[in-house]
C-alpha cells in the first residue's frame, strides 16, 4: 500500500505565502507523476499543479506565477510553494501520486487533504 502524509497548510493572511509538502511512502517500484489538487466548499476538486519525473509541470491558469511544484524524486517528496496567495485560494488541497508498485499497474493514490484558509 502507499501513504501519502501532506503537511504545511493552515491560515494565512491575503499575499502572504504557504509552502505544502506530501511525502509518499510504501512499497513503490517508481512514480511517475506526483501533483496537488484543490477543492473548495461547493466546488469540484481541481488541478492546482503536476510535475512528472522527468521534471515537466503543468499548472492550472489561475495559480501561474504565484505557485511553484517541485520534488525530490529520491525523496518520494512533493512540494508546492504557493506566494501571493488570494481569497480564492482557500481550499482543502490534495496531494496525488501515480505510481507503480511492485508487480502492479500504474495507480493513483490521494493524500487525506490539507486545509490552506486564506483571509482577507
Known amino acids: 500500500q502507499v501513504r501519502l502524509v501532506e503537511s504545511g497548510g493552515g491560515l494565512v493572511q491575503a499575499g502572504g505565502s504557504l509552502r505544502l509538502c506530501c511525502a509518499a511512502?510504501?512499497?513503490?517500484?517508481?512514480?511517475?507523476?506526483m501533483g496537488w489538487y484543490r477543492q473548495a466548499p461547493g466546488k469540484q476538486r481541481e488541478l492546482v499543479a503536476i510535475?512528472?519525473?522527468?521534471?515537466?509541470?503543468e499548472y492550472a491558469s489561475s495559480v501561474k506565477g504565484r505557485i511553484t511544484i517541485s520534488s525530490d524524486n529520491a525523496k518520494n517528496t512533493v512540494y508546492l510553494l504557493m506566494d501571493s496567495l488570494k481569497t480564492e485560494d482557500t481550499a482543502v488541497y490534495y496531494c496525488?501520486?501515480?505510481?507503480?508498485?511492485?508487480?502492479?499497474?500504474?495507480?493513483?493514490?490521494w493524500g487525506q487533504g490539507t486545509q490552506v484558509t486564506v483571509s482577507s
Open positions: 511512502s510504501g512499497n513503490i517500484f517508481r512514480i511517475n507523476a
Open positions: 510535475i512528472n519525473r522527468g521534471g515537466s509541470t
Open positions: 496525488n501520486v501515480k505510481c507503480w508498485q511492485w508487480g502492479s499497474s500504474l495507480r493513483a493514490y
